[in-house]
């Protein structure tokens, strides 16, 4: 069982930055795809960024692209998303999602949720103007 817990949500003015983090339980880490979701209140739970098992490719939202850089650290079990140039309509709950591609040979990206197995509970990203 994977396990996700994301850390870095909160307050921010608009133009301003955030990391968000996303810890991971396994040891086998370093075969999962990781993912970032958002879901803004009354809207649908959309994707954000992917990065591939090895960090060799990676994705982004046409919404995000050039201000969000996603990224990973095997050694500590943690996914990155960082956030620079937020503004109001970032404001949502961000999801971590994990997708092991162990024995796949897959090493590119997902984009969809029914993809990944395994998602963290969220963290709270509230961007005002």
């Known amino acids: 069982q994977v396990q996700l817990v994301e850390s870095g949500g909160g307050l921010v003015q608009a133009g301003g930055s955030l990391r968000l983090s996303c810890a991971a339980s396994g040891r086998t880490f370093s075969s999962y795809a990781m993912g970032w979701f958002r879901q803004a209140p009354g809207k649908e739970r959309e994707f954000v960024a992917a990065i591939s098992w090895s960090g060799g490719s990676t994705s982004y939202a046409d919404s995000v692209k050039g201000r969000f850089t996603i990224s990973r650290d095997n050694a500590k079990n943690t996914v990155y998303l960082q956030m620079n140039s937020l503004k109001p309509e970032d404001t949502a709950v961000y999801y971590c999602?994990?997708?092991?591609?162990?024995?796949?040979?897959?090493?590119?990206?997902?984009?969809?949720?029914?993809?990944?197995?395994?998602w963290g509970q969220g963290t709270q990203v509230t961007v005002s103007s």
């Open positions: 999602a994990a997708e092991d591609t162990l024995g796949t040979y897959y090493s590119g990206t997902y984009y969809y949720e029914y993809e990944y197995r395994y």
